[in-house]
């Protein structure tokens, strides 16, 4: 009977306690926050086998301004194809935003070293319920320069920056963009020691254009903006035995995060859109045009963080414009919230859009579209288009490759203006009939070939004679712009600045319609005429 009860005991416990299993899971202790400059940390049990089914969390967290350079000594997890069983995570911050997550590994070939782009790293270990390895081993250190840098974009900076740069020093960074996607590099700041071949302090870049074999920076002149050619970009500083200077800093955004658009209309968005955006990312969007044309931007959804309670101002994430390729160009607009911004046009043929998110709170982020514009004055009568181009606006065009209907009726370049003057029975004018109201249409083209390669671009001129009304409108048409697709095809602005000058001087009055005094004078003429008539038949 003992021996029974006993047997039950111990079945009941087997089935309803927590086996060896669970009470191995229990007992592990695991992750936690690691806020020393410097530090080691394992998987638990290292370098035996790690426990199934467990997660483990380090946040490390080093000084405000300082970057993390994470390294491993020791990697041995399960291997899958998408290390979908056991796995390691890093993430460049908070774990909880995927869109921060530099990599997941598994099998025996460990990560390569990461640096963080701002002071907070997460690491995550994962194992499942069957098959277990020694684990990994891993070092961190605060403001050590170089390392692989994998986010959508980051910082990097000379060691101790913005302070005087310590001798002896040299730093390697790999900045790698997901996929085919390249790598645009930004110098916001620069001083290094300088002579002329920058032979003793320096910065060197491979990877872009002409860099082959790197391309050497030295003394106060920042360096130019630097794309790479493929989806990779490396970074070398370096300082000898004495004189330093601040040193650098520079902004880099890949993948998703920067891209260079140069077709004529186009949409885009915030990355991930319409999921939540990263957090802690500078993305780069730069719209380049052919000369003379402007670029108008069509805000379709915005959905940011709203603005600080207290000074009602965009501190926190926010959308900017500027009127040119680089943040040193005028400010456009700067937009946060759900509020749609009016649409935003370029005075020259380039516009650059920044999006700026800080560590917390992410929403839906925005949908843009552009079309290029092409500044002109179209006006017309009960006869006649004219038409108005500043020729320095389409330089260095000639006028012959601006014309109206057939290259026939060419423009004339007249007080650095291009100038078409055409009667509705000439250059392929036509007589058509759109909501019940009889409207005159011709086609404007503007040759922008070069290199062998067409490239004309087509625009639909329209009058009302009856009311003297003209407009102008993108022949390919803008369905794509949904809601705003009727603001986008009215290209005809009012020249800016000197071109509006030009227009003023003598070459405007040759524009005015004159059909009105004309038709008022023969009616007169012929009133007159017909009193004289009546008085004549009277005397006889």
Not at 227 to 235: A, F, N, R
Not at 297 to 318: A, I, Q, R
Request: charged share 15%; aromatic share 10%.
């Amino acid at each position: 009977m003992l021996a029974q009860v006993r047997s039950c005991l111990l079945l009941a416990v087997a089935l309803l306690g927590p086996g060896p299993r669970a009470q191995a899971m229990k007992g592990v202790k695991c992750g936690g926050v690691l806020s020393a400059p410097s530090g080691n940390f394992s998987s638990p049990n290292f370098p035996r086998l790690y426990p199934y089914n467990t997660e483990c969390s380090w946040l490390i967290v080093v000084a405000e301004g300082s970057s993390v350079l994470l390294t491993f000594h020791t990697f041995d997890l399960e291997y899958h194809d998408t290390c979908g069983f056991d796995f390691l995570e890093i993430y460049n911050g908070a774990a909880g935003d995927k869109g921060n997550l530099l990599g997941r590994f598994c099998g025996q070939v460990p990560p390569p070293p990461f640096a963080s782009s701002w002071h907070v790293m997460s690491v995550i270990f994962h194992s499942d319920k069957h098959v277990a390895s020694h684990g990994f081993s891993a070092g961190y250190q605060k403001d050590v320069c170089g390392g692989i840098l994998t986010g959508l974009s980051g910082v990097l900076a000379s060691p101790d920056y913005p302070n005087n740069y310590p001798n002896n020093v040299e730093c390697h960074w790999v900045i790698r963009a997901a996929g085919p996607a390249t790598v645009k590099l930004v110098f916001v700041d620069f001083q290094v020691e300088g002579n002329e071949e920058c032979t003793y302090d320096y910065v060197a870049v491979l990877g872009g254009p002409g860099l082959a074999s790197g391309q050497h920076y030295c003394g106060s002149t920042r360096p130019p903006t630097l794309v790479s050619l493929g989806h990779e970009l490396q970074v070398v500083f370096k300082s000898d035995f004495n004189i330093g200077g601040r040193g650098f800093k520079a902004y880099y955004f890949s993948g998703e995060c920067q891209e260079v658009y140069t077709t004529v209309k186009g949409n885009f968005s915030s990355p991930r859109y319409p999921i939540s955006y990263p957090n802690n990312i500078r993305c780069h969007w730069t719209i380049r045009l052919p000369p003379g044309y402007r670029v108008k931007v069509f805000f379709l959804d915005l959905e940011l963080e709203g603005p600080n309670s207290l000074t009602k101002t965009c501190d926190f994430d926010h959308l900017s414009a500027f009127d040119g390729a680089s943040e040193e160009a005028p400010l456009l607009g700067n937009w946060c919230g759900r509020q749609l911004p009016p649409p935003v046009t370029s005075s020259h043929n380039q516009l650059l859009l920044l999006l700026h998110t800080d560590r917390s709170t992410a929403h839906r982020g925005f949908s843009v579209a552009y079309i290029g514009v092409v500044p002109m004055n179209v006006s017309c009568s009960r006869t006649d288009f004219q038409i108005l181009i500043s020729a320095q606006a389409l330089a260095p065009l000639g006028r012959t490759q601006v014309y109206l209907g057939s290259r026939r009726c060419a423009a004339q370049e007249v007080s650095s203006t291009f100038r078409i003057q055409a009667r509705f029975d000439t250059c392929g004018t036509e007589s058509q009939r759109r909501n019940n109201t009889s409207v005159i249409v011709s086609v404007l083209y503007i040759d922008f070939s070069a290199g062998g390669q067409e490239d004309i671009h087509e625009y639909e001129v329209l009058c009302e004679p009856r009311r003297k009304e003209a407009s102008v409108h993108l022949l390919s048409g803008s369905d794509w712009l949904g809601p705003y697709a009727a603001t986008a095809e009215h290209l005809q602005e009012a020249p800016p600045g000197d071109e509006a000058e030009a227009l003023e001087g003598p070459m405007a009055t040759v524009a005015q319609d004159i059909s009105d005094i004309v038709f008022l004078g023969l009616c007169i003429l012929a009133g007159v005429l017909m009193v004289i008539a009546i008085v004549v038949l009277m005397l006889l």
